[in-house]
């Protein structure tokens, strides 16, 4: 059960105490200064590298806090946690620093790399169970085993003792910038379950007021954006679980309740699949930064918001948890969302030479065939094919269109978005 029943507000005081409560085992992670950033929205643009962590995302300090709130006897029956991955490896470092069992529960979808993650940090305490098809439906399977067994469910955000521990990374950021002389004038939150939004919130409520929040949801699961439209959580019929760390159907309700009550220092917006995977290869490509695709929705964020000149902006990298074999499927988002890919379903004529023709004919000469699949297999020579279609430059897309349009060969342009272009193309 959620432990927000009762709603108390948190205050900056409660997360200053937590901090001091985990300083011993999470040191402080860098705020670094970003210059292409900087130089691009002409602010001062900070990098709070949570990445950095232990576990390679801030999670770790509300599960660690939570945990060390626990009883003797808690301790003694175990825990349960359910996550998309990066709460699962905070709960299991400090299941092994304590020395507590747990049982984790991940949906399908949760990377490789964060299921062999929470096997190395938990060890022999804790054991992994893989069900559901995302974080929702995993939840729900933990919830139930830890009220079968009498084990303690260590929530990953909807929890006041998680979002206290959340808050510490505003707490740290305040901490740093005024070590440089400077205010925040803007903080980039990413929101899945809103725990870090909340915790963020509620400590710069009381110590920076005048900082302007903005959280910053996927595209595909908008489940805060959600809430606040309905008037309190509602659960989403289906989310995107690309963002896999920050993919939730249904907020919190005492993230929500704290979201709610301050609603005139936080702007939400959302930012497509596509802007996040090419930010997540701007980041490595330009800092040497590895991030999750959460961990990049913060930086995704910058060109929504409306920046005053010369201001002071941090950007929290909330985790660095990336499965490499994701990296294609990453590159594909990113090239589409610039314009820089494109499908189409072409109907060649039913005579030879066709191909030739859309070879030397329709395709410009930086045009590079990505992918070509005949969609009848036992017709290789003419029909239908699937062509997918790699520009140098995304405003080499019209004459593209209008080649294709004076051809003789018959083209549709299969438009992100649609279900035609998910089953064909994502198939």
């Known amino acids: ?66 945990m060390s709130r626990l009883t003797p006897e808690q301790r003694e029956a175990g825990v349960v946690a359910a996550s998309a991955g990066n709460h ?9 620093t304590m020395g507590v069992e747990g049982r984790i529960f991940v949906p399908d979808n949760t990377p490789q790399q964060k299921r062999e993650r929470i096997k190395v940090h938990g060890g022999d305490l804790v054991e992994l169970v893989v069900v559901g098809s995302n974080f929702d439906e995993a939840a729900q399977h933990a919830r139930e085993d830890a009220a ?11 929890a006041r003792d998680t979002v206290i521990g959340q808050g510490t990374v505003a707490a740290e950021v305040v901490s740093q910038l005024t070590s440089l002389g400077k205010s925040l004038d803007t903080i980039m939150v990413p929101v899945g379950g809103a725990g870090l939004l909340s915790g963020v919130t509620s400590y710069l409520a009381d110590m920076s007021p005048r900082t302007a929040i ?3 949801e996927p595209t595909g699961a908008p489940s805060l954006q959600a809430a606040l439209a309905n008037g309190g959580p509602i659960t989403l019929s289906d989310v995107d679980t690309f963002v896999d760390g920050a993919s939730v159907k249904r907020t919190g309700d005492l993230n929500y309740k704290i979201v709610d009550e301050n609603l005139g220092r936080i702007h939400l917006l959302s930012v497509d699949e596509g802007a996040v995977s090419t930010e997540i290869l701007d980041l490595y490509q330009n800092e040497g930064i590895i991030t999750e695709p959460a961990g990049a929705l913060s930086v995704a964020g910058l060109p929504e918001v409306h920046l005053a000149p010369g201001s002071t902006v941090v950007c929290i990298i909330s985790g660095g948890n990336n499965d490499v074999l994701r990296y294609a499927e990453i590159m594909e988002r990113s090239l589409v969302h610039r314009g820089l890919k494109h499908y189409f379903l072409v109907n060649f004529p039913q005579k030879p030479g066709q191909l030739r023709i859309f070879i030397n004919d329709v395709l ?15 017709n290789r020579d ?40 998910e089953f064909i193309v994502g198939n």
């Open 1 to 66: 059960m959620s432990q927000s029943s009762e709603f108390q507000p948190i205050r900056a005081s409660d997360i200053q105490m937590a901090q001091a409560s985990i300083s011993s085992v999470i040191a402080p992670t860098p705020l670094q200064y970003c210059p292409r950033l900087s130089q691009q929205y002409g602010v001062e643009v900070y990098l709070k590298r949570e990445d950095l962590q232990d576990v390679r995302s801030y999670k770790i300090r509300g599960a660690y806090y939570a």
């Open 364 to 378: 410009g000469e930086n045009d590079d065939i990505a992918l070509f699949e005949y969609l009848k297999k036992n």
């Open 88 to 96: 699962a490896q905070g709960v299991a470092y400090a299941c092994r």
């Open 382 to 421: 003419t029909g239908a094919a699937l062509v997918g279609v790699e520009l140098q430059r995304a405003r080499d897309l019209d004459p593209l269109l209008q080649r294709m349009d004076e051809s003789p060969i018959g083209f549709k342009r299969l438009m992100p978005g649609t279900s035609e272009y």
């Open 214 to 216: 903005v959280g910053i």
């Open 148 to 158: 079968a067994r009498g084990a303690t469910m260590i929530e990953p955000f909807d």
